[in-house]
């Protein structure tokens, strides 16, 4: 389901990785999108390593991963951005290659939010 705040056509969407990229947001959203700087708490980060053929990434060692600890010391610092169901549609295609998936969470600032890790590591439900 959406998060519970989810109002008017946008949500947010938080990015610890290549979405936060201005480079990125040009080429997947065709503009640079708003964003807050906040926190994803019960969770450290780990990597994934490079899809081949990701030509916008092709020069990453890896990617980003969230991945859960359920622990409220460990975070992640990142970026709360404001998204469109249209941009989340154009992030699900580009994050899907990789195995990651999209999960509703509550970051730091208590605001929710969409999330994307990677599938295997995913938290249960």
């Known amino acids: 389901g959406r998060p519970a705040d989810y109002t008017a056509g946008m949500a947010l969407l938080f ?5 936060r990229e201005p480079r990125v947001q040009l080429a997947l959203f065709g ?13 450290v980060c780990g990597q994934v390593p490079v899809v081949e053929g990701d030509t916008l ?11 859960v600890t359920g622990r409220p010391e460990d975070r ?10 249209d941009d989340l549609a154009r992030a699900d ?24 890790v990677h599938g295997p590591s995913r938290p249960p439900e």
Do not use: C, K, Q
């Open 15 to 19: 990015s610890y990785g290549t979405l």
């Open 31 to 43: 503009r640079t999108l708003d964003g807050t700087p906040d926190a994803l708490t019960g969770f």
């Open 57 to 67: 990434n092709a020069d990453l060692p890896h990617y980003e991963n969230a991945v």
């Open 76 to 85: 992640i610092d990142g970026t709360a951005l404001e998204v469109s169901d």
């Open 93 to 116: 295609d580009y994050e899907s290659p990789a195995d990651y998936v999209r999960v509703a969470v509550t970051l730091a600032s208590g605001a929710r939010a969409w999330v994307y």
